[in-house]
C-alpha cells in the first residue's frame, strides 16, 4: 500500500532530460568541431599575411581579427553548453534524490499505516478505491488488492450506504457499527469517514477507518449483563426469603386439610381441588428454589477435574435422547492437558444445559460437535449445533435472566450457566448464524477456589480476549467419539 509507482510524469520527465542531455552533448560536439575549423583557417590565415606585401595585408588582417572573435564566441558558446550539460546532471540527480526520498516515505508510511490495527480505505470522489491496507483487507474478507474497485461491490459489510450518508451530514463525531461476517462469528466494526484533501485543499475523495470493536461490545454486553444480575440476585434472595415460610406454612396446611376431609370422607371434587393447591404449591416452591440457586454466593467446591471425561460422561447420559432425534455427536478432546481446578457438580451442571440446548435446537436431527482447544492459558469448549441459529433480535437477551422462548421453564438456565462459568473465572459467549450456533465456555487452568456472585461485576471489568473459532482438518481430530 502507498509504494512509489511510476507515474506518466515521471517518465515524460525522464524523457525531456534524457532528450536536453543529448542536445547538449550533441551541440558541444558540432561547438568543438566549429572550434577546430576556425583555428585551421586561423592557421591558413595567418601563412597567407606572410607571404603577402606588407601594404596588402589590410583585408587579410580584418579577416583575422573577425576569426579571434569567432573564436572568443564559440569558447563561451562551448563554455555555455557545458554549463547547462552540468545543470542537467545536477537537475537529474536532484530528481533522483528526491524521488528516492519520496519513495523512502511513502514506504514509511506505508509500513506505519499497514502496522495499524485499524483497516484504512481511501476512496475518490466516486466512491473508488485508491488504497487500502493490509488490516482492511482481512476484515473486509477481500481475496486481494481492491483498488481501483468500487465499495459499492463490498458484499460484505455496506461501506457506499454510509459514506452516502455522511458525506449528506459531514460530521466528525459521525460513525457506525456494521457487522461482517468472518470465520463463521459476527465481527463488529465501527467505521468513520472524513474528508481527503490535496495539497492546495481541494477535496479529492474520503478516507474510511474501521475499527474493529467486537471485543469491547462483548465487554459491554457483559457489563450490563452482570449488573442485571446482581439486581436480580438480590431481589431473587429477598423474595425467596419472604415467600418461604408462607409457602410452608400453607402447604403444611394443605396437609393437614387433606388429613382431616380424609377422615370425614370428602368427595373426589374436593380431592382434585386439594390436588391442584398442592400441585401448585409445589411449582412454587420450585421456582423458589431456581430463585436460590440464582442468587446463590457461596464459594465453589473445587476439586481436579478431567473435562474430557466429563464430557463423554455427557456424551453417554445423553445417547438415547440423541438417538431418538436423529442426531449425531462428535465428541473431539484434542489433544494435551484437559484436568483443571473447578466445581464438578455445577460444570456438570453448565454442559447437561448447554447439550440439552443444542439438541432443542435441532428437533428434525442434525450434528452436534462438541471440541476441546488450549488457547494460552486457558481451555475452550465448544458445543457447535447445526440448527437454524438464533435470531438477531434475539441475541442480545439470550443470556438474560428469565428470558425464554421455550414453552416452558423458568428461563435461568443460560443465565445460571453464565454466573457459574464467571465463578469459575472463565466466559460463556455465543456466535450464531443460519447455519447453527456455537457456544463457548472457556476456563482457566489456574483459577480461584472461592469466588462469589459479589465479585462478578469487578470481574468483567478486565479485558478479554475474543477467539474465533477454529477450523479443524478431519485427519486433526483426536479422540473422536460419535454417537447417535
Not at 72 to 83: G, H, S
Not at 194 to 199: K, V, Y
Not at 417 to 431: N, S
Request: contains cysteine.
Amino acid at each position: 500500500m502507498f509504494r512509489n509507482q511510476t507515474t506518466e510524469i515521471g517518465k515524460n520527465y525522464r524523457v525531456a532530460v534524457i532528450g536536453l542531455s543529448l542536445l547538449s552533448a550533441a551541440a558541444l560536439a558540432i561547438t568543438l568541431w566549429m572550434l577546430t575549423d576556425l583555428t585551421k583557417e586561423q592557421s591558413v590565415v595567418d601563412s597567407l599575411m606572410k607571404e603577402l606585401p606588407t601594404g596588402e595585408r589590410g583585408p587579410a588582417e580584418y579577416l583575422a581579427g573577425e576569426l579571434k572573435w569567432q573564436f572568443r564566441l564559440t569558447i563561451l558558446v562551448v563554455i555555455n553548453v557545458t554549463v547547462a550539460g552540468i545543470a542537467v546532471i545536477l537537475l537529474w540527480r536532484a530528481y533522483h534524490a528526491s524521488q528516492a526520498s519520496l519513495r523512502d516515505f511513502k514506504a514509511l508510511a506505508s509500513d506505519v499505516i499497514s502496522g495499524m490495527d485499524l483497516g484504512v480505505i481511501t476512496t475518490d470522489l466516486a466512491g473508488y478505491v485508491t488504497s487500502i491496507n493490509q488490516r482492511g483487507i482481512e476484515l473486509l474478507e477481500l481475496d486481494s488488492d481492491c483498488v481501483g474497485d468500487s465499495i459499492a461491490g463490498f458484499k460484505t459489510v455496506a461501506l457506499n450506504e454510509f459514506r452516502d450518508d455522511w458525506m449528506a451530514e459531514r460530521s466528525t463525531e459521525m460513525f457506525r457499527d456494521l457487522s461482517v461476517e468472518i470465520d463463521g462469528g459476527t465481527r463488529r466494526l465501527r467505521t468513520f469517514c472524513q474528508t481527503l484533501n490535496d495539497h492546495e485543499g481541494n477535496e479529492v475523495g474520503n478516507v474510511i477507518q474501521l475499527r474493529d470493536v467486537t471485543e469491547r461490545f462483548l465487554i459491554e454486553q457483559r457489563m450490563r449483563r452482570m449488573e442485571r444480575y446482581m439486581g436480580l440476585g438480590s431481589l431473587a434472595g429477598g423474595l425467596h426469603h419472604e415467600i418461604k415460610n408462607p409457602l410452608a406454612a400453607l402447604s403444611l396446611h394443605v396437609q393437614l386439610l387433606e388429613e382431616q376431609l380424609e377422615s370425614d370422607g370428602t368427595s373426589d371434587e374436593n380431592r382434585q381441588m386439594l390436588g391442584v393447591i398442592r400441585t401448585e404449591v409445589t411449582r412454587i416452591g420450585g421456582v423458589l428454589e431456581s430463585f436460590r440457586d440464582f442468587a446463590a454466593i457461596d464459594s465453589l467446591h473445587s476439586i481436579r477435574v478431567d473435562i474430557a471425561e466429563m464430557l463423554k460422561q455427557q456424551v453417554e447420559l445423553m445417547r438415547l435422547q440423541t438417538h431418538q432425534q436423529n442426531i449425531l455427536v462428535v465428541l473431539n478432546t484434542g489433544e494435551g492437558e484437559t484436568t483443571l481446578e473447578a466445581d464438578q457438580t455445577r460444570l456438570e451442571q453448565v454442559f447437561l444445559n448447554l447439550f440439552i440446548n443444542a439438541t432443542e435446537a435441532m428437533p428434525e436431527g442434525g450434528q452436534l460437535t462438541i471440541s476441546i482447544d488450549h488457547i494460552d492459558e486457558s481451555l475452550r469448549i465448544n458445543f457447535a449445533d447445526t440448527g437454524n441459529g438464533i435470531p438477531a433480535s434475539l441475541a442480545d437477551k439470550i443470556l438474560d435472566p428469565y428470558f425464554t422462548t421455550k414453552d416452558h421453564g423458568t428461563g435461568l438456565g443460560l443465565a445460571l450457566c453464565d454466573k457459574i462459568v464467571r465463578q469459575h473465572q472463565g466466559t460463556l459467549d455465543f456466535y450464531s448464524s443460519a447455519n447453527g450456533t456455537t457456544f463457548e465456555v472457556t476456563l482457566p487452568f489456574e483459577s480461584q477456589a472461592n469466588v462469589s456472585s459479589g465479585d462478578l461485576l469487578d470481574q468483567a471489568e478486565s479485558p478479554m480476549d475474543f477467539q474465533t473459532l477454529p477450523t479443524r482438518s478431519p485427519d486433526a481430530q483426536l479422540g473422536v467419539i460419535q454417537a447417535h
